[in-house]
């Protein structure tokens, strides 16, 4: 499997950390015990198209959001996860 | 490490034995690099220097702060700071791309050190002094590429990876910044800056892979 870096380019899977699911967004404080137990532990087990997090730590160090199909392993996208680098996401 | 390589005196402190460190600079590479042919016979194919003496400051730009320190490179060094994976040569120094929105600046005898900088980038940037965190390997022969090719997953034909290119990337599970500096007698010359704790370990790797072809090394003061 190759990831295409947004900012370094098509590199080896070897260059990247999986993280997992880029889809969860932390509850608002005053969501409640039971959304936050879903925020920290529970995790969809999908199978097929999957939005995730990478960290390209053997290169660029930039986090990225892969969407990759989890039955084919066939990358869609890949963008800069926000905070990547200073200006351009997330600013 | 054997115990002659760090000079040492033993002192006693409250029946405690204390090793009294002396900090001499040294290069990483100091135990493992050999002056002069290595492998194969004849004439060799690759050559490896190690850099000396480099001054290394790492530039990050603060958030939303990227266009201010680009123009603070622009008036430091006149050159337009790298914005890909790029090696750009100004007139005394190298500035080459290190991820989104940072770069390496490497300079020789204090001129662009991490102090030199701080002024022109003050607010624009946070500066990192890497001088003495990273080893400068120089790779250049008629198998240099060759010999490459059997670390690093990046395409570095010369249609692809031209003078200037670089790459943030990993080499035998080593984080590496490479790039392809002046060509020296009509040939190519790939620059490697790895983790000085790292450098040995790609050392041996790269004598591994460079054997079968010759190999000649050396030491310089002079950058690449």
Not at chain 1, 26 to 45: F, I
Not at chain 2, 87 to 114: M, N, R, Y
Not at chain 2, 116 to 138: M, Y
Request: net charge negative; charged share 20%.
């Amino acid at each position: 499997m190759r990831i295409t870096c947004p900012f370094c380019g098509e590199r080896e899977l070897g260059e990247f950390t999986y993280l997992g699911d880029a889809k969860p967004q932390r509850p608002a404080a005053d969501a409640g015990e039971d959304a936050v137990y879903d925020y920290v532990y529970l995790r969809d087990n999908i199978a097929g198209v999957m939005s995730e997090h990478w960290y390209h730590g053997g290169g660029c160090r930039a986090w990225l959001k892969v969407t990759r199909n989890t039955l084919t392993h066939e990358i869609s996208a890949v963008e800069a996860a926000a905070g990547a680098g200073a200006a351009k996401v997330g600013a | 490490m054997s115990s002659s390589a760090i000079p040492y005196s033993t002192i006693r402190m409250e029946g405690a034995s204390v090793a009294e460190f002396s900090w001499d600079i040294r290069s990483p590479l100091d135990r493992a690099l050999v002056a002069g042919p290595y492998g194969a016979q004849g004439k060799a194919g690759v050559s490896l220097t190690e850099i000396h003496n480099f001054d290394l400051a790492q530039v990050m730009a603060r958030r939303g702060k990227a266009g201010e320190m680009i123009a603070a490179a622009k008036a430091r060094f006149s050159a337009a700071a790298p914005e890909t994976p790029r090696a750009v040569s100004a007139a005394d120094a190298t500035l080459i791309w290190s991820g989104p929105d940072q770069f390496l600046v490497l300079s020789k005898g204090g001129k662009h050190s991490i102090e030199a900088l701080a002024a022109g980038f003050a607010g624009s940037a946070s500066l990192s002094d890497q001088s003495h965190a990273r080893a400068l390997i120089s790779v250049s022969g008629d198998k240099a590429r060759a010999m490459l090719a059997k670390l690093s997953s990046i395409d570095l034909h010369p249609s692809v990876f031209a003078v200037g290119a670089a790459a943030a990337t990993s080499m035998d599970h080593t984080s590496v910044t490479l790039w392809r500096g002046k060509d020296r007698d009509g040939q190519a010359v790939f620059n490697l800056l790895v983790f000085a704790t790292f450098a040995e370990s790609l050392w041996h790797t790269i004598l591994d892979s460079a054997a079968e072809y010759g190999v000649t090394i050396g030491h310089s003061d002079e950058l690449a």
